[in-house]
């Protein structure tokens, strides 16, 4: 996916923010608050479960479905995680060989489990994740985060990184076009190019970072993000909503769902 | 109205790796001016407001706002009566949405959330950008972004303005409502820009700077029309007072 693609994925995700659903317009606490209880309970399960991951799948699917998100482009935006998550879980087959279990033939090793469950837990965050910008945006993310407690400087990082990586995208963007103009579109810039390529963006950066940073001054800020508007209410919506996603993840990590299903589905056919 | 009143004194300025930016400038400008700043690439024009801002600090010399002396204990008081709109629009548009940008300085000023909505709304207004209100800045054009950044200023309730390059990047049409917009200001104006034609438009006073120093003050019509003065410091006359031959066909 080229640069200039993945910038109008990513705004596309600020676009379905501004939807108007129920779910859009719950306090984005609520949201948070779930997503927060969605990856620790699914996060903290063995690193064998694969099975028991499956019906975590529900969260992530049932924020996009009320929010209008359509599923293929979170799990296109997702998939850009993919090559790190190999990165991180391709050496496991190799090094647990251990039997776990045998599907007829086939002896699958623990490291085999660990990689798909590696797979599997990643794809689920990135997709959780991205349904909660598309379903909230992510200033509204901060914001909740900021009143739920996060230290102001932690949280002025992220609005900028997010606010900043549309300008850093399209000044890298310039300085590929340009690059390709001199040296032909087919080839891909050297360890070496993209060395200096890099370096640039870097200095730019930091240039662009003291601009801010006086301009920011010069219209009195000192050190805390100003809020604007009438912050939402936690009410009542937020409560039944965070109640009953609660309940789901509690029940499913408590539980193992699949298995129960199995058991009940052997039963009928005994 | 001595609190309109910019005062620069006998201000030098090197950077730190000793490159002399701004040497012995002397400039004083009144209420209700308009002045243009003029010069070749590092004559001193942003250093000089960056001064005005209190962004730098005098190494040697003194810059006074009004009754105020520009230093670190007085950033706050000048800020607030110094409003500098940046060359680059991006800079100084770094919030959200265009409202939340607006707020930002009247909200740092300590301001009730519904008086920073009624400025907001006066800005936008006042600019020609109400409709852009919820749409996040790096939706707007060239235009738009400067149109922003001048009402985010503008929101400030700034005695003085001063602008770096406000003509930069736009196109024909944007640069005439710029001209038109800022016609309609009633502040102190410090205008740095290399469209002489826009300085021409809107400043009756114009100060020349070449390496630092100040080569030129006085009325824009006489210092435009002097081509030595301007081409010594790397200048030409602006386009309109220029003569031109246009492109035949062959």
């Not at chain 1, 929010?67 to 496991?92: E, H, Q, T, W, Y």
């Not at chain 1, 489990?113 to 994740?129: H, Q």
């Not at chain 2, 680059?88 to 009730?112: K, Q, R």
Request: include cysteine; charged fraction near 20%; proline fraction near 6%.
């Amino acid at each position: 996916m080229s640069i200039e693609n993945a910038l109008l994925e990513l705004r596309r995700l600020d676009d379905l923010a501004h939807q108007d659903t129920p779910l859009h317009r719950l306090d984005a606490r609520a949201k948070v608050l779930a997503t927060v209880l969605f990856l620790v309970s699914m996060l903290s399960l063995g690193r064998y479960e694969v099975a028991r991951l499956l019906p975590f799948a529900a969260f992530p699917w049932l924020l996009a479905t009320l929010g209008g998100v359509p599923l293929s482009l979170l799990l296109r935006r997702a998939a850009l995680a993919l090559p790190f998550v190999l990165m991180v879980g391709i050496f496991n087959p190799l090094f647990d060989r251990t039997v776990q279990l045998h599907l007829g033939p086939l002896a699958v090793t623990g490291g085999m489990l660990s990689f798909s469950s590696i797979l599997l837990r990643s794809m689920l965050a990135v997709t959780t994740g991205l349904a909660l910008v598309a379903v909230t945006g992510f200033d509204n993310i901060c914001r909740a985060l900021g009143r739920l407690g996060m230290p102001s400087l932690f949280l002025v990082q992220l609005q900028f990184l997010y606010r900043y990586i549309f300008v850093l995208v399209e000044e890298a963007g310039r300085m590929m076009h340009a690059r390709a103009l001199r040296c032909g579109a087919a080839t891909r810039p050297s360890l070496r190019e993209y060395r200096s390529l890099l370096g640039s963006l870097l200095l730019r950066t930091l240039d662009r970072a003291g601009r801010v940073h006086q301009a920011m001054l010069c219209r009195g800020f000192s050190g805390t993000m100003p809020e604007y508007g009438m912050p939402t209410r936690f009410g009542r919506a937020e409560l039944r909503f965070c109640l009953a996603c609660g309940l789901y993840l509690l029940a499913v990590r408590i539980f193992d769902l699949p298995l129960l299903l199995g058991g009940m589905a052997g039963g009928l056919f005994r | 109205m001595s609190h309109h009143i910019l005062e620069v004194k006998e201000l030098s300025y090197s950077y730190p790796d000793g490159t002399p930016a701004l040497s012995g400038i002397d400039v004083t400008i009144h209420h209700g001016e308009s002045v243009g700043l003029v010069g070749a690439n590092g004559a001193g024009k942003s250093t000089l407001l960056q001064h005005l801002c209190g962004s730098h600090l005098p190494q040697t010399g003194r810059v006074r706002v009004g009754d105020v002396p520009v230093t670190h204990g007085t950033l706050r008081e000048v800020r607030r009566t110094v409003g500098m709109v940046f060359q680059d629009p991006d800079d100084m548009l770094f919030m959200p949405t265009v409202a939340e940008d607006v707020a930002f300085g009247p909200l740092n000023i300590g301001l009730p959330p519904d008086e920073a909505e009624r400025r907001v709304n006066e800005a936008l207004e006042l600019v020609g950008a109400a409709h852009l209100k919820r749409r996040p800045p790096y939706r707007l054009s060239g235009g738009e972004k400067r149109s922003v950044a001048i009402a985010a200023v503008l929101a400030c309730s700034p005695d003085i303005l001063v602008m770096d390059e406000p003509s930069a990047n736009l196109d024909p049409r944007s640069r005439r409502l710029l001209i038109k917009l800022l016609r309609g200001f009633t502040h102190t104006k410090v205008i740095a820009t290399h469209d002489l034609d826009l300085v021409f438009d809107l400043c009756e006073r114009t100060i020349v700077l070449h390496q630092g120093r100040v080569m030129a003050d006085g009325p824009t019509a006489d210092i435009f029309t002097d081509s030595s003065l301007l081409y010594c410091c790397g200048l030409e006359p602006p386009l309109s007072l220029q003569p031109r031959e246009g492109c035949t066909a062959s």
